[in-house]
């Protein structure tokens, strides 16, 4: 029977744990910021390394703390993102479109923890059971499982959002371009938007039917887009809101602009078709440079090393 000792066992981890922050963390590999990206155009190009700038450190460990910290920022980003605060997680289960409390949702982080931490308990009894028992591991692994499993239904949340995002980003050309023909043709904002509902089905078009719910109960028709601006992160749709807001409360022409914001979501869409197309090109001369270029190589030196061999 082999046995793994303790010590193995968290060297092995804090081996694996180095690797991952090396590989998967290191700056080539960061996605980079909007920030990043146009700070060249901003000023001139700084080419001292940002670990060496001299930023205020608030700890004794100087280099050290200046190379952790994009670790700890995004650290404290993902506590952010799972702190127990009701209103930004009331607000990402908005932005997914789940109707849950916030409470609801909690007791779902509570019952998936539950889960894993029963699984890997089953697994940890069937592996004694069977002789293959070691305290320290059974217990790291239950206890991670379990917190595992409380970070996941967070994490899947997340996924769930931005998959709604997407979802709503792809149908908001055409349903600015259908507003924009239901005002050009002498409909108001609010008929409009009724137009728009009853012609259209996805998640946009329900977002717009909860506006025109909540106008048709007596609010405001700008309050309900303000609302909905604040529930959204997406750029576009924040512009597109508060072009509707100009327009009703300042009687500005709305047709134009609405079809201008759906012809920038266009180009926008183009420009990401095109960089995920560059990504994946790149990608693509990996099996090429070191698969298919090798054996080309080896087909066409080895009839002359046989011939060399042979003799001829």
């Known amino acids: 029977m082999i046995t793994v000792s303790p010590a193995a066992a968290v060297c092995g ?4 744990i180095g690797l991952w922050l090396v590989i998967f963390r290191s700056p080539i590999m960061r996605a980079t910021t909007l920030a990043q990206r146009i700070e060249p155009q901003l000023k001139s190009q700084n080419l001292e390394s940002r670990l060496l ?18 670790f700890i920022r995004d650290g404290i980003a993902a506590l952010g993102k799972m702190s127990p605060a009701p209103g930004a997680t009331a607000r990402r289960l908005a932005q997914a479109g789940i109707n849950k409390s916030v409470i609801d949702f909690r007791a779902e982080q509570v019952i998936w923890a539950a889960a894993g931490f029963a699984l890997t308990s089953a697994i940890v009894a069937v592996g004694a059971a069977a002789g293959r028992f070691n305290a320290l591991l059974a217990a790291v692994a239950i206890i991670g499982s379990g917190i595992s499993g409380f970070i996941v239904r967070d ?4 996924v769930q959002v931005r998959r709604r995002e997407e ?22 904002a ?9 012609s259209a089905r996805g998640e946009l078009s329900k977002e717009f039917s909860t506006i025109l719910a909540e106008t048709r109960a007596g609010k405001p028709l700008v309050n309900a887009l303000q609302e909905f601006s604040a529930r959204t992160d ?11 807001v100009v327009a009703v409360e300042r009687g500005t022409p709305l047709a134009d602009v609405l079809r201008a914001q759906a012809q920038d979501v266009r180009d926008t ?3 990401d078709l095109m960089e995920a197309a560059g990504k994946k090109e790149i990608a693509m001369m990996v099996p090429l440079v070191f698969g298919v270029l090798p054996l080309t190589v080896v087909f066409a030196v080895f009839p002359g090393i046989s011939a060399i061999s042979l003799g001829l």
């Open 190 to 198: 609010t008929g409009a938007l009724d137009r728009v509902c009853r």
């Open 167 to 188: 979802r709503m980003m792809a149908e908001f050309p055409s349903l600015a371009e259908l507003m924009a023909l239901a005002v050009g043709a002498g409909e108001s």
């Open 13 to 16: 981890a804090v081996l694996g």
């Open 234 to 244: 997406l750029a576009p749709l924040v512009r597109f809101v508060d072009g509707i």
């Open 53 to 70: 700038s001299g930023e205020h450190t608030l700890t004794p460990f100087g280099p050290l703390e200046r190379i952790l910290r994009p």
């Open 155 to 158: 994490y899947w949340l997340g």
């Open 269 to 271: 869409a183009k420009r």
